[in-house]
């Protein structure tokens, strides 16, 4: 990013990110960035996507120009879904499809980009599933940077890890090996879905093909061990843009919706005595995993704020154990709404975060300095989980959930 500063002349990003506000919404904070460093930034996503992103910074908007592709329709998608917040996870391969019918339009507005030399851009930076975007910057002659998120997770592939990575000090133990549950998981990257007929994997390696270098939401001082493996697993140059925490102000600051439902719930509760639960949007736990977590709560004691995802399917009466509401009146708040998570992480009453550690909630809990309670899901969460227990910031507990290890944790958080 300081390179870029340093550039004689404003420069143009073509910047389009995946279908996901965990995506959306760190994007869009480099974008803002960018611009207020004085370059030009042409963000793409899809109507729905752009009509519910926050307000741009008023210093940053002169230089972002929001560019809506419309979402081709795709029969079995709901109506309106433009996103993974809004789609059952077993229809993401219907989203999938959706998406790569935005290669055309893409490839259009790219081209037509750079036929003006007053707005050809000079990168083009996107997710690691958009190969044919990555392929439309090889075809304009435009540069492409693939976005990743932590290095733990791009190192996690390579065999035996924990007995070649060097730890970055002698009380930082190197990572553990991945357990089983998350290697099978693995074998998913690998499927072919039958709507897009394209794996997890084959994006990926087809996005890297075509991408010029590895960007990384990380930095050399946050994952000294691992940052050093990424270029040669991927083979390409790594440029670390570090880990993009949400600014203080705008849309996604802590100072932003404080007139929510959660925020006012939150004030009315003890310095440092809720435990906020959320376990992101995209994977949601099983309803018999619900379950064993909500009686885990009650079996703790604490307060907690949970951000609560229907599984899918589960009629709202049904989410949670009979009675449970009412059993924790006054010291538990559960909310299957949107949470402004910052505001959240950022209040007072705050005192620990139980999260399924996602980049992006972890980046915000050490951003706030909540000790992390941390129980990964999927994809990326593991080996993120295994970073942050290696850096004495959480404690991590494996995707089998009882209520009575819940209620462990819910004794030690009292500690």
């Known amino acids: 990013m300081d ?9 143009h990003f073509v910047i389009f990110p995946w279908l996901g506000f965990g995506h959306l919404l760190p994007y869009l904070e480099l974008a803002e960035r960018l611009a207020l460093r004085g370059h030009r930034v042409s963000f793409v996503s899809t109507p729905g996507n752009i009509a519910r992103l926050p307000t741009l910074r008023p210093a940053a908007a002169p230089r972002v120009d929001l560019v809506a592709l419309p979402l081709p329709r ?19 391969k219907l989203l999938f ?25 000079d990168w083009v930076i996107v997710d690691c599933f958009h190969y044919w975007a990555a392929a439309a910057a090889v075809d304009n002659k435009v540069p492409c940077a693939m976005l990743l998120a932590s290095a733990a997770f ?39 879905d039958g709507a897009s007929s394209m794996s997890i994997a084959e994006r ?43 600014s203080h102000d705008g849309g996604r600051g802590a100072n932003a919706n404080g007139d929510h439902a959660a925020v006012r719930w939150l004030d009315a509760q003890p310095p440092s005595s809720v435990l906020y639960v959320a376990l992101g949007s995209e994977v949601p736990l099983r309803v018999e995993q619900v379950h064993e977590l909500a009686l885990g709560l009650e079996l703790a004691g604490t307060r907690f704020l949970w951000a609560l995802r229907n599984p899918g399917g589960v009629p709202d009466a049904d989410i949670l154990p009979a009675g449970l509401q009412e059993r924790t009146s006054g010291r538990g708040l559960v909310t299957t709404g949107w949470v402004p998570q910052t505001r959240v992480l950022a209040h007072g009453a705050v005192g620990g975060f139980l999260t399924h550690c996602g980049w992006n909630s972890l980046i ?19 080996p993120n989980a295994r970073l942050m227990e290696g850096k004495k910031v959480g404690l991590q507990f494996s995707n089998s959930i ?14």
């Open 3 to 11: 390179a870029v500063s340093s550039s004689p002349a404003p420069l």
């Open 74 to 92: 795709v029969q079995g998608l709901p109506d309106n879904a433009e996103s993974t917040n809004s789609v059952p996870h077993d229809k993401f």
């Open 97 to 121: 499809k959706a998406f790569d019918g935005l290669a055309a339009p893409f490839a259009e507005f790219l081209g037509a980009s750079c036929a003006d030399e007053g707005k050809r851009p």
């Open 154 to 192: 791009v190192a996690a592939g390579r065999e035996r890890q924990s007995s070649r990575a060097k730890p970055a000090a002698a009380e930082e133990p190197p990572a553990v090996a991945a357990p089983r549950y998350e290697l099978e998981q693995k074998k998913q990257y690998f499927i072919k």
């Open 204 to 246: 990926f390696y087809l996005t890297r093909e075509r991408c010029t270098v590895t960007a990384m939401r990380s930095s050399l001082e946050w994952e000294p061990e691992f940052l050093p493996l990424v270029s040669p697993l991927v083979g390409k140059p790594v440029v670390p843009f570090g880990l993009l925490p949400p």
């Open 364 to 382: 915000e809990g050490l951003l706030y300095g909540r000790p992390l309670v941390m129980l990964p899901i999927f994809g990326d969460q593991g």
């Open 402 to 415: 009882t209520r009575h290890v819940m209620g462990l944790f819910g004794l030690m958080l009292e500690k």
